[in-house]
């Protein structure tokens, strides 16, 4: 009987010598039971590395769709404009998706970021714009669709348009304007803003040219406060030109709103220009054009 209890002993990584033995015990028993050829195999401990990393799941709903576009604001008229290509990655899309649209004889609307979203952006801007429209039996000012497109984004923050906006037109005092929107709703006023894929091409250049930076003045003068018409539109094609050289998400078409305030000597300066299409009904008010360029499509 003695010699029997001491066989029933407690031994090393066991628990009240129950059976509870060891790991490496297990694994031998395993290794045995598959050499001896009974069947009874234990199962493999899985990698430790799968353990270690989160079991999740993802969602993005967005994607980016390339393109850029610019504004422009003069004395008394603002220039909108964007190039025709949506991509996703190294594929194009389609190779004509405007990105620049009218909203009132007053206002258009560039926008650019996730092309669904800003499709659905504009609808719903165009929407709201409607009911003002027939509250008031006007169109609405352009700061105050500033402020309407604020609203909409902050709004939607927590679930944001992914689009960047630029809002270009003419003020109730006859002169261009531009704003410029981040997806959830902050905006400024400013002289000229680009935003897009080609932003980090684009924007500098409009700094040296539109606000003169880096460039000191010859003496005994100083830098015009607005260029004239023909300079901004002959900016703006070197711009997008230069961008499609250097950007793959550039390129296809180019489509360049101009919006001139009522009575404004910028008219006699692109009444000439090559394929420009009138899309205002009135010749007595505020006025919008279009200009529409091509781009290298490689």
Not at 9 to 23: A, I, K, Q
Not at 49 to 73: D, H, K, M, W
Not at 123 to 139: F, S
Request: glycine share 8%; with cysteine.
């Amino acid at each position: 009987m003695y010699q029997e209890s001491k066989k029933r002993e407690r031994t090393p990584g066991s628990w009240c010598g129950r059976g509870m033995v060891t790991v490496e015990a297990r694994f031998s028993k395993g290794a045995k039971a598959r050499s001896n050829g009974t069947g009874s195999e234990f199962p493999r401990m899985p990698a430790m590395i799968s353990l270690a990393q989160p079991q999740q799941r993802q969602f993005n709903p967005y994607s980016e769709n390339g393109g850029t576009i610019l504004a422009v604001a003069g004395a008394d008229f603002s220039v909108i404009a964007g190039d025709t290509r949506q991509s996703e990655g190294y594929s194009i899309q389609t190779r004509y998706a405007p990105k620049v649209f009218r909203l009132t004889d007053k206002a258009v609307l560039a926008v650019n970021g996730f092309a669904a979203d800003g499709n659905m952006f504009v609808k719903k801007v165009r929407q709201r714009l409607e009911w003002y429209r027939h509250a008031h039996a006007k169109d609405m000012p352009l700061r105050a669709i500033a402020r309407l497109i604020q609203t909409m984004l902050y709004a939607r923050r927590f679930f944001p348009f992914y689009v960047y906006n630029i809002l270009g037109g003419i003020e109730d005092d006859g002169t261009g304007a531009v704003y410029s929107f981040d997806p959830v709703g902050s905006y400024e006023r400013e002289a000229c803003r680009a935003a897009g894929a080609a932003q980090s091409l684009v924007q500098p250049f409009l700094d040296n040219q539109i606000y003169f930076k880096n460039q000191t003045p010859a003496p005994g003068t100083s830098h015009p406060v607005h260029l004239p018409l023909s300079t901004v539109l002959s900016l703006v094609i070197d711009s997008f030109t230069s961008a499609t050289e250097r950007h793959i998400e550039v390129g296809d078409g180019l489509e360049m709103y101009v919006v001139l305030a009522k009575g404004s000597t910028a008219l006699q300066s692109i009444v000439s220009v090559r394929g420009i299409q009138e899309m205002t009904t009135t010749e007595d008010g505020e006025r919008v054009f279009v200009i529409r360029r091509e781009l290298k499509k490689d």
